[in-house]
């Protein structure tokens, strides 16, 4: 009996019904190839997605349906190389035919409903080890994408017979040219390629190769990168291309009919009309296009259309394709369901076969970062290839002026700036864009085209917003905008008060919010969340460029944070600050109080912040109290009572801290990189838990991070086992006029201690802090760097050593300071062990007990100190430096805290004789916290003019200019016959009332002056310059320090009555200076008393030390200090 043979098969690509039907040709979509079994079949139905088969020459439409060939023949059990299983019936009954047939055609339905599977990887790399080609697959890009999107990837090329005409008449032949071509071209390398995009589940291959062709042409032809908009032809193509396929001509008709708009006016959708539609009317247009080219399937026609810019070509999207992930692909693909963009070619690639260089639209998880090296000729790539033809506008411009990723601020002006190239043009239109490069807000219009225009920026908030500068007659003739994105902060003020109606947004007084965290929820900008008086309760967080301020009536006419204070209490830390607020957080006029710390694993597991919580923020923090916070409630681990500060650089201003508590740091701690800046901070009496070991830092804990103090104090804390006040660990520690007192702690560091880190000290007062049973009572560094400068180090006492400064194993400076009345065990002024340079100077330390100073180290230099009535002895261990002096330095009133140097003071311009450290008015620096160029210089500048003139008969006038100053009491004249002397009462030979501005005097003989003003309150200004009463001036010191001791001339030499006396010092010291006769008795001393290291004169006026003239004749001057004598021969002629 006769049967009806029907084979059912299957594969990882298609499903199929073989049956008897005799048809002359294919019909619908391509054929995946031949079949073999033991049976001969007439025809068979494939069902197939994304196949256009080239039967015999003519592209037939991919879609869904029934594939009718004749004379198929199953082969080797594969279809196309893909494994089926096959069934093979004898149906007898032709009625049982007839349903198979109508099962044949409703097959399509119920297989695009199932999509298609994942290729299977093994069998794919034995079918490329089997053919011997050389790249590798994966399932990295399958794994990543469904059946059904797998579906729609296959499918995006789609061309029809009208298509493929229109296609035809676009044929353009290049003409070769008779130098060869270049073996290797890579737009990519060249900057002509924008990013790899994904089209998702929509069949839309044609409309991303066709626009990323346009982006690729305007970067090289126009210098602008551009993200247009794939979705426009999509959505606005006349063709009915869309997401069940299309060709590149579609997209080319929007971009020569329309221009091409930007993926921010118009987002890829994935999806056809109506649920994109198209939007591209009144939208900027970035890309005009003039025509299109086709161009032939030839090597070295397509190698010559890439000179120019990428070209659009089909391909043959497979298993193999969609699973490769490297090297040179290789398929034996015959027809194109997938439409890409060729960026290059290089002759060398797949052995030395050539490949093409493939930038595809299935995003960078596809091939090689979304590309491929497809070799010439393989998967159908070079069939209907197209390249468009751009031509860019004739200006461009570029915007300038710090604009790009600028912060801007609602509501504040800035410059916007631009440049112009290429065509002049008078005016032009300036636009704004919210949501990216979508440029549909008119800043102005009709500008003149002078490069400039000052803005007032909108009040509205984006994180995105763009700028474009254009000709006033559109972008079609040039434009330019922003690359980086700018963000604007709006401002809208919030409201929150318990008589509000609790109305979102919270805009009016009236509809305030009653929790203040739902007002910060509700903020967009940087906004204000403004707060009446009360008491609020909860956690909030402030993470964007919000300000909230406290101490508004409840009408909100009116703010006094006193009178209508806002207290905020919470038992999980009451604010965190993150870092999204970034500078422009604010929290100002708020009381916290009774707040407890959140739970946080940072620093350290534990509860920490009980008020402030700030996390890589730099908010700012006014006029705030914390009272009674506390870390953790009871006492376990927990930093900071107050505020803890976890990187970032958040800056408190007029802050009060009272009664907070932590393990660490009472009221403030600081970890992670933070920089904490306090400016008028007043923290009083803020705790520990307790003393343990590993308890530090009763006020503040600053552990690898930097904390910068100006003004405020530091007292009362208690319990510290270190750092009673402030305890730094690899900390940088900045104090600058801050008072430090009453603290202190068991160990070290009863008020200020930073171990291997860095300490500076500005006019700073330290005092009454005390250590129980260590050192270091005032303040200290150990093993780091010290900057110590005009500060107070007062009634400290410490057990073991160091009571008022002490620095161990430091280098740095420790200048201008006094340290009086301090106690301790051992060195209880000051203490300096170096360990590198460390210098000492211009200090006080008087009235001490336990000894004045202790210094030592190898690169030590200590001198010009003054050391005096400190016991048991001034010094211990070491002995007095080079110009130190052990004399009551007469402060105007210490008692009362007026620490400038008084009437007859020898530490006035006392200190060491330093060009680059001098004092304010520019004379020598005075020894104290009041000398020094950081000095708050109280004293009355010094004295200017000084002269002697000779009025014969033994007399001379003393003369000077009269001080500016107002408050100008009298002058005090010094006269002493050595050049170098200390002023003292005993030489204090007249006293001017101002303003007077002479003095005439008998001198027993020849002498030196020195004058000094004396103001109302008692303070010495700095001296005159040194004149004699032969009208010479005394010692000058220049340059840097000679080498040897030597007296470098005499001149003139002979002389009469007058000459100079040239000579150098290696280093300070005592020296004399004194002319002898050839009987060797001395004539005259003109130097003796302290000198400074560096080159000096002296003159000698012809006079012995009786103020005689001396007899004409040979005379030798003889220069005397620690490195020997040196003496010169002088000759006075008459």
Not at 306 to 333: H, K, M, R, W
Not at 438 to 464: K, Q, R
Not at 635 to 651: E, F, H, K, R
Request: one cysteine or more; glycine letters at 14%; hydrophobic letters at 35%.
């Amino acid at each position: 009996m006769s049967c009806t043979i029907w084979t059912l098969w299957r594969s990882t690509e298609a499903w199929g019904l073989a049956f008897p039907l005799g048809l002359g040709q294919g019909l619908g979509t391509g054929s995946p190839g031949a079949q073999k079994s033991k049976t001969t079949i007439v025809c068979h139905i494939v069902i197939w997605k994304g196949m256009a088969y080239n039967y015999p020459s003519t592209n037939y439409p991919s879609t869904w349906g029934v594939f009718l060939r004749a004379s198929m023949k199953i082969q080797n059990g594969n279809l196309r190389g893909k494994p089926m299983r096959c069934l093979t019936v004898c149906i007898r009954r032709p009625q049982l035919s007839f349903l198979l047939l109508v099962l044949s055609l409703l097959l399509p339905q119920w297989a695009l409903a199932q999509g298609l599977p994942a290729p299977d990887i093994d069998q794919l790399r034995e079918e490329v080890a089997r053919n011997g080609w050389d790249y590798e697959v994966s399932d990295a890009f399958s794994k990543t994408i469904t059946p059904e999107q797998r579906l729609n990837l296959r499918g995006g090329f789609r061309m029809t017979e009208a298509d493929e005409r229109e296609m035809e008449a676009h044929l353009k032949i290049l003409p070769m040219t008779r130098d060869p071509l270049p073996s290797r071209l890579d737009w990519r390398e060249l900057g002509g390629v924008t990013s790899v995009k994904n089209q998702g589940s929509c069949g839309s291959c044609w409309a991303f190769a066709a626009t990323a062709e346009l982006e690729s042409h305007i970067k090289i032809y126009y210098g602008k990168a551009m993200d247009l908009s794939e979705q426009q032809s999509v959505s606005c193509n006349p063709y009915g291309s869309g997401c069940d396929g299309g060709w590149a001509s579609a997209a080319y008709y929007c971009f020569q009919n329309q221009g091409a708009v930007t993926e921010a006016c118009m987002p890829y959708l994935g999806a056809d009309p109506p649920e994109a539609p198209c939007l591209q009317s009144g939208l900027k247009k970035y890309g005009y296009i003039t025509d299109y080219n086709y161009i032939s399937n030839d090597v070295q026609q397509i190698k010559l259309a890439l000179q120019n810019g990428p070209v659009c070509t089909g391909i043959a999207g497979t298993d193999l394709f969609e699973s490769y992930s490297g090297g040179c692909f290789e398929e034996y693909g015959n027809w194109v369901n997938h439409l890409v963009l060729i960026v290059g070619y290089d002759d060398r690639a797949c052995n030395e076969d050539g490949a093409w260089i493939i930038k595809n639209s299935w995003g960078s998880d596809f091939g090689e970062g979304g590309y491929a090296y497809v070799k010439y000729g393989s998967a159908a790539t070079g069939n209907n290839v197209t390249q468009l033809q751009y031509v860019a506008p004739p200006t461009s411009f570029t915007i300038t002026g710090g604009i790009e990723g600028a912060e801007l601020l609602a509501n504040e002006e800035f410059n916007l700036q631009w440049l112009t190239s290429g065509q002049a043009v008078p005016t032009v239109d300036l636009w704004l864009g919210l949501d990216g490069h979508c440029h549909d807000i008119l800043i102005a219009e009709d500008v003149p085209n002078d490069g400039s225009y000052l803005w007032t920026v909108p009040n509205m908030s984006s994180d995105f917003a763009s700028l474009v500068v254009c000709p006033s007659t559109g972008t079609e003739e040039g434009y330019g905008m922003t690359s980086s994105r700018i963000r604007i902060l709006g401002h809208a003020i919030r409201y929150v008060s318990a008589a509000g109606s609790n109305t979102a947004p919270y805009t009016t007084p009236q509809t305030a919010a009653h929790d203040i965290q739902d007002a910060l929820l509700a903020c967009t900008g940087a906004d204000s969340v403004l707060v009446a008086g009360g008491q609020y309760r909860g956690n909030m967080v402030l993470s964007g460029p919000v300000a909230l301020l406290g101490g508004y009536s409840s009408d909100f006419s009116t703010r006094d944070v006193e009178t209508y204070e806002t207290r905020i209490q919470s038992f999980q830390t009451a604010v965190r600050i993150l870092s999204g607020s970034g500078q422009k957080g604010v929290v100002d006029g708020i009381t916290f109080q009774d707040c407890n710390g959140g739970l946080s694993g940072e620093p350290v597991g534990g509860q920490h912040g009980g008020a402030l919580y700030i996390s890589n923020a730099s908010p700012s923090i006014r006029n705030c109290r914390f009272i009674d916070n506390t870390a953790h409630p009871t006492g376990q681990v927990g930093y900071g009572g107050a505020v803890i500060a976890l990187g970032g650089a958040p800056t408190l201003r007029d802050c009060y801290f009272q009664g907070n508590t932590a393990q660490k740091g009472g009221a403030l701690a600081a970890f992670g990189g933070a920089q904490v800046t306090l400016e008028n901070c007043v923290f009083e009496g803020n705790q520990l838990t307790d003393g343990l070991m590993a308890n530090t830092g009763g006020t503040m804990h600053v552990e690898n991070s930097t904390l910068i103090m100006n003004g405020g104090a530091i007292s009362g804390s208690m319990l510290a086992n270190r750092g009673g006040g402030l305890f730094g660990q690899g900390a940088d520690v900045r104090l600058s006029h801050v008072t430090v007192s009453g603290n202190n702690s068991y160990s070290d560091g009863g008020g200020v201690l930073v171990s291997e880190g860095s300490l500076s000290l500005d006019g700073c007062l330290i005092s009454g802090n005390s250590v129980t049973s260590g050192s270091c009572a005032g303040a200290g560094c150990a093993n780091g760097a010290v900057t110590v400068r005009n500060s107070r180090f007062t009634g400290n006492t410490g057990a073991n050593m160091g009571g008022g400064f002490m620095g161990t194993g430091v280098s740095g400076v420790v200048e201008n300071n006094l340290c009086d009345g301090n106690q301790a065990g051992n060195a209880g002024g000051l203490v300096c062990l170096g360990e590198g340079a460390l210098v000492v100077r211009n200090n006080i330390v008087i009235g001490n007990e336990g000894y004045g100073i202790l210094a030592g180290g190898v690169e030590i230099s200590i001198a010009h100190n003054n050391v005096w009535n400190n016991t048991p002895a001034n010094y211990m261990g070491n002995s007095d430096g080079p110009g130190d002096l052990s004399l009551d330095p007469l402060f105007v009133d210490l008692a009362a805290g007026d620490l400038g140097l008084a009437q007859f003071s020898p530490c006035v311009d006392a200190g060491q004789q330093d060009a680059a450290y001098l004092d304010p008015d520019g004379s020598r620096a005075d020894m104290g916290p009041l000398g020094g160029p950081g000095a708050d210089f109280v004293a009355p500048a010094y004295v200017t003019g000084a002269a002697v003139t000779d009025l014969g008969g033994g007399q001379v006038r003393v003369s000077w200019d009269a001080s500016p100053e107002e408050n100008i009491s009298h002058y005090v004249v010094y006269r002493d016959s050595a050049a170098v002397f200390v002023p003292a009462p005993n030489l204090a030979v007249a006293m001017v009332d101002h303003p007077g501005t002479a003095f005439v005097d008998t001198p027993p003989h020849d002498c030196y002056y020195l004058v000094a003003a004396i103001d109302d309150a008692g303070h010495s200004g700095g001296y005159s310059q040194r004149v004699d009463s032969g009208g010479g001036g005394g010692t000058s010191s220049v340059g840097e320090a000679p080498r040897a001791l030597a007296i470098t001339g005499v001149v003139p030499n002979p002389f009469n009555p007058t000459t100079r006396v040239r000579f150098d010092l290696p280093r300070t010291g005592q020296v004399s200076l004194r002319v002898y006769d050839m009987r060797g008795h001395m004539v005259r001393e003109l130097v003796s008393g302290q000198l400074e290291a560096g080159s000096h004169d002296v003159v000698w006026n012809g006079r012995d030390k009786h103020g005689r003239d001396a007899a004409a004749g040979v005379y030798f001057a003889r220069l005397s200090s620690a490195d020997g004598d040196r003496t010169v021969k002088m000759v006075l002629a008459k």
